[in-house]
């Protein structure tokens, strides 16, 4: 799958080989990671589920798509002793294998209570700003979702940063999950902290990121004036606006997620008062 061409020249994204599915690699002391085989436009090679040591068993971070392959993966890789399971957000491909991963071991479930969007997979535990799980601590960072954590395993600032921040593409932030006022609010908050590693759901690791999330953030000051200035000339239909902004999509669900970013920095223009729905679907400045 070509990835490339589409992204901004300008944003350091990582790529790396595919990788061997089903194996638990070690990224760095007690962490392994697992890559699901869901690949696809969304999600890069497939999604990441990471195993990270703890003192009471293995803790899960995000178990992935409900493909049994996978979690037979993940049962062999942690030899029985998974004690807890994290959820960095409600999208099938990281809550899947929740409910089959939960029954082969009994682990507690920690995540957002927003259980529409678990489906049948509810949390055990629901999830705080601030709350500890072993050595990991979960910072609320929505945007991508409204229901979004990070995990930080403190003393070495390691963050497993979910779809909040990928290292291949940028994160969607769709109007009907997400929010861009919230998701570039919590763009500011990892660039005030000063954690050295990323480890996300989709891509490769990434050292010393503050620079990456910086460029992150300019992406999307520089499509919301785009935005702004697409409207300077009259109101646009989202049609109108995808074509202009995004020339180069041409993959129908790359389009459509190009379209659902805009919906959501139209939607922050609107919550700031600079643009309004004038008709279903076409917008103008009024500011
Ligand atoms: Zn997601």
């Known amino acids: 799958m070509k990835h490339v061409a589409r992204k901004s020249r300008s944003i350091p994204f990582l790529t790396e ?31 990441n589920t990471y195993l990270v040591e703890g003192d009471d068993g293995i803790i899960v971070i995000d178990p992935g798509p409900n493909r049994e392959d996978h979690v037979e993966a993940i049962l062999v890789a942690a030899g029985g002793r998974i004690s807890d399971i994290l959820v960095s957000h409600g999208h099938h491909d990281h809550v899947g294998a929740v409910d089959m991963l939960r029954a082969r071991t009994g682990a507690r479930v920690h995540g957002a209570d927003i259980a529409p969007m678990l489906g049948a997979a509810a949390v055990d535990a629901v999830l705080a700003d601030g709350a500890r799980i072993g050595l990991l601590r979960a910072l609320a960072t929505p945007g991508h979702t409204l229901d979004h954590f990070c995990f930080l395993r403190e003393g070495d600032g390691l963050l497993f940063s979910g ?101 959501s920095h139209l939607g922050k223009l609107i919550q700031e008062g600079r643009v309004a729905e004038q008709a279903p679907k076409v917008w103008a400045r009024i500011d």
């Open 17 to 47: 080989e595919e990788p061997d599915y089903g194996a638990a690699r070690e990224m760095l002391p007690g962490v392994r990671r697992i890559v699901a085989q869901n690949p696809g436009v969304m999600t890069y090679h497939g999604t």
């Open 163 to 263: 779809d909040h921040v990928l290292t291949w593409s940028s994160t969607i932030v769709s109007p009907r999950h997400g929010d861009m006022l919230q998701y570039m609010r919590s763009l500011e908050l990892l660039i005030a902290r000063d954690d050295p590693l990323l480890l996300p759901a989709h891509g490769p690791m990434m050292q010393n990121p503050q620079d990456f999330y910086r460029a992150l953030l300019d992406l999307r000051l520089r499509r919301e004036n785009a935005v702004l200035q697409a409207l300077e000339t009259g109101p646009k239909s989202l049609d109108d606006l995808v074509r202009r902004i995004y020339p180069h999509q041409t993959h129908p669900m790359t389009i459509e997620a190009a379209g659902h970013n805009l919906v």
